[in-house]
């Protein structure tokens, strides 16, 4: 079946971050990698009311003392953790980025914010005052009551004396069965904070005590498949493919996308590389963020039948995260992406990869090993690796990283299978699926492809590799 993308709402305004995030998807070779100049979607608003200020650039110090958050405000927060990002400037000749602190609605218990990341989140390449001077943390929704809230920040010198304050109003939306769900199982952990002042790591989740984990993870898996495909209106001939990923771990929709919507996702990649939008160095790079400067990238991303598919696979609402565009076969390392995209409970994660042309055999394509979703998921925990603070240090990462999945796969005796579908293709593989790219035999070839990722609505998402929320946005979003 080919169906055709038509048409979806305008792209939202979405929240502009100074600076450029790290982003979670780390390359596990020895290139660095670039990141597209775009923004970074995000359900939060930018109003800032209060004494908190907008106006002044992080190029240099505001002319007075102030607290400015970029990423937290009065449109509903969807269900989950959600990103705290700013710069505080205290004016103390001596501690000039002060000490922040967060409380919540009309408490009176503050909590320090540890995390002092160069420019509220933002690359090395910002400047030294806003190194300095930003922060982050994270709120988790998951204990806090559904309705409104207010997020009350302060930066104070050292002496304690309060230099500047603000006061943000938020909404909280934890519902449905999932986000219940989650809530409850947070609540029950001892483990549990309603803001994490550094990162977040898997060890802060009762992944040990849930019971809750996705529905094809059971053991009674396959007997649900009847029920799953009638509560989301999926044909009976989706039963074969809900059994491949069950066993299996991935699902193959054969020309599902229409050829000439694949053309156009090719022909706005390379006009926008053309003007400048995208720099495109090395062949193997990712193009991060497409969807936000392409409405045919933004329709093939927020597709209804695949978010369909893949809302059944969480049985819960799924929602896009980003999109990973490639001219050429990346030749990444195997990997399991659950280290980098990461969900409570486990299972509500997957990857969808789209062939944008006729992928061929010495193109270096993507390789995948069938039934590996069954094996131990890997942690910067369980791994005792560090996390990545900053872009610089994503090739160290790989080096620790990369060896670990590789012996885990040569252990497990899992044979690959090389991917080299038609254009229009779509594959939707498990969280733990290992996979990476093959070598390209004919350097030559193009392997012109897109990879988005979705997070089931009702989850906590985060990026274990970063130790940061996950950004995902509804499609419809404005």
């Known amino acids: 079946m080919t169906t055709h993308l038509t048409p979806t709402r305008k792209p939202a305004r979405l929240r502009r971050l100074y600076g450029k995030m790290s982003h979670f998807l780390g390359r596990l070779g020895s290139r660095t990698e670039i990141a597209a100049n775009s923004p970074k979607p995000t359900v939060l608003d930018e109003s800032l009311p209060g004494d908190g200020i907008i106006t002044s650039e992080p ?51 503050w909590v320090t914010l ?15 005052w806003s190194r300095r001077c930003g922060f982050q943390a994270t709120l988790n929704t998951f204990l806090f009551s559904n309705g409104k809230h207010l997020l009350r920040l302060r930066v104070k010198t050292r002496s304690g004396q309060v230099a500047a304050s603000t006061e943000i109003p938020f909404r909280v939306n934890n519902t449905g069965r999932l986000a219940e769900t989650t809530t409850r199982l947070m609540k029950d952990c001892p483990r549990s904070k309603r803001v994490w002042v550094d990162l977040i790591d898997s ?7 849930s019971t809750e984990a996705a529905w094809f993870e059971r053991a009674d898996a396959e007997a649900r498949i009847a029920d799953i495909l009638t509560k989301h209106n999926l044909p009976p001939a989706y039963e074969t493919h809900l059994r491949k990923f069950i066993r299996e771990g991935y699902v193959v929709l054969d020309d599902f996308i229409a050829r000439k919507d694949c053309q156009r996702i090719n022909s706005d990649l390379e006009a926008l590389i053309a003007n400048g939008t995208f720099k495109y160095e090395f062949k193997g790079q990712r193009i991060q963020h497409l969807f936000e400067h392409s409405a045919a990238t933004r329709r093939l991303w927020a597709h209804p039948q695949i978010i369909k598919v893949l809302s059944a696979i969480f049985d819960d609402q799924a929602v896009p995260c980003q999109t990973l565009n490639f001219m050429h076969g ?11 995209l990461t969900p409570f409970p486990q299972g509500f994660m997957c990857g969808v990869w789209v062939a944008l042309e006729d992928i061929h055999p010495d193109s270096g394509p993507l390789i995948v090993y069938p039934g590996s979703h069954r094996l131990p998921r890997l942690y910067t925990h369980t791994l005792q690796i560090d996390k990545v603070r900053e872009d610089s240090k994503w090739h160290a990462f790989s080096v620790d990283y990369a060896p670990k999945a590789k012996e885990l796969i040569e252990q497990s005796g899992l044979e690959p299978v090389y991917y080299t579908p038609r254009a229009g293709s779509v594959l939707i593989w498990h969280e733990n699926l290992a996979h990476g790219g093959s070598p390209r035999k004919n350097d030559e070839l193009t392997r012109k492809s ?25 499609p419809d979003d404005d």
């Open 114 to 128: 540890t995390n002092r990341v160069p420019g509220g989140g933002a690359g090395p390449t910002v400047d030294p």
């Open 330 to 340: 990346s030749q990444q390392a195997v990997h399991q992406d659950v280290i980098h």
């Open 450 to 474: 897109i990879v988005s990722h979705y997070f089931a609505r009702g989850s906590a998402s985060y990026y274990d590799s970063q130790g940061t929320p996950a950004w995902t946005t509804p």
């Open 59 to 109: 190029g240099s110090p505001p002319g007075r003392p102030s607290v400015q958050v970029t990423t937290i405000g009065t449109k509903p927060v969807e269900p989950g953790l959600a990103a705290i990002w700013g710069w505080a400037f205290s004016a103390e000749e001596d501690l000039p980025e002060g000490i922040v602190e967060v409380a919540f609605d009309h408490e009176d218990d």
């Open 203 to 209: 060890t802060d989740f009762p992944y040990d005590r």
